[in-house]
């Protein structure tokens, strides 16, 4: 529109980069799991395609140890989420490295992208 001033708008501010923080190790145990199966980390995914079945959580995640626990919850207020018990391989009762094993099998799941059945989903360990 002629005549009128041309108004400042100010540019919004770039939003914050998010520093990747490391997961502390001890909230990673889920109390049940580590009762069930010593030494086990549990694994919450996220956004997993209709029609994935259990099986498909264990076909993918045994590539980062050993399984003890893998199910597609069947709630549907939950629909869309698996959830992995995972144990790190070499990994037995009163291994004095034990923690440092978990917490390389943390690192190594967060680290890398997954897709299941096709779709990326999201992978983070219990808290």
Do not use: N, W
């Amino acid at each position: 529109h002629r005549g009128q001033p041309v108004q400042d708008i100010a540019k919004p501010a770039a939003p914050e980069k998010r520093q990747k923080r490391a997961v502390p190790l001890a909230p990673c145990i889920a109390a049940e799991d580590e009762a069930r199966h010593p030494g086990s980390v549990r694994f919450c995914i996220d956004g997993c395609p209709e029609g994935t079945m259990d099986a498909d959580l264990e076909e993918h995640f045994a590539f980062y140890g050993e399984i003890r626990e893998a199910f597609i919850v069947k709630d549907e207020a939950a629909k869309g989420k698996g959830v992995v018990v995972l144990v790190p391989e070499g990994v037995t009762e009163g291994d004095s490295q034990a923690k440092d094993k978990l917490r390389q099998l943390v690192d190594a799941v967060h680290r890398d992208r997954h897709k299941i059945c096709g779709k990326p989903v999201r992978v983070q360990a219990a808290l």
